[in-house]
Nanobody, 116 residues
Framework: QVQLVESGGGLVQAGGSLRLSCKAS????????MGWYRQVPGKERELVAAITSGGSTNYADSVKGRFTISRDNAKNMVYLQMNSLKSEDTAVYYCKAGVSGPRTYWGQGTQVTVSS
């Protein structure tokens, strides 16, 4: 079965950086739109960044200029480089493959905590 495993979360001070990784198994990321989402308790999960199979990217307004999504097709991995982190970036970050419907897959999430 398809698996997405996130890593790289942790505790960082405001202004710092983290790089999240998403390792995909049994799915070829270069054939699928991939995304990073985040969720805080009591709020809906929101899109942070996405990359299409063609390599086009889009970002939430709140992270534009600070976060960068990328992928390594040879390693079948997707990354989220997060710079200039703010306390409001604190959330559980999830990797997603696909857009909607039955061929949509989620990772288990990784916690990012930004201390001010």
């Amino acid at each position: 079965q398809v698996q997405l495993v996130e890593s790289g979360g942790g505790l960082v001070q405001a202004g710092g950086s983290l790089r999240l990784s998403c390792k995909a198994s049994r799915i070829i990321i270069s054939y699928n739109p991939m995304g990073w989402y985040r969720q805080v308790p009591g709020k809906e999960r929101e899109l942070v960044a996405a990359i299409t199979s063609g390599g086009s990217t889009n970002y939430a307004d709140s992270v534009k200029g600070r976060f960068t999504i990328s992928r390594d097709n040879a390693k079948n991995m997707v990354y989220l480089q997060m710079n200039s982190l703010k306390s409001e970036d604190t959330a559980v970050y999830y990797c997603k493959a696909g857009v909607s419907g039955p061929r949509t897959y989620w990772g288990q999430g990784t916690q990012v905590t930004v201390s001010s």
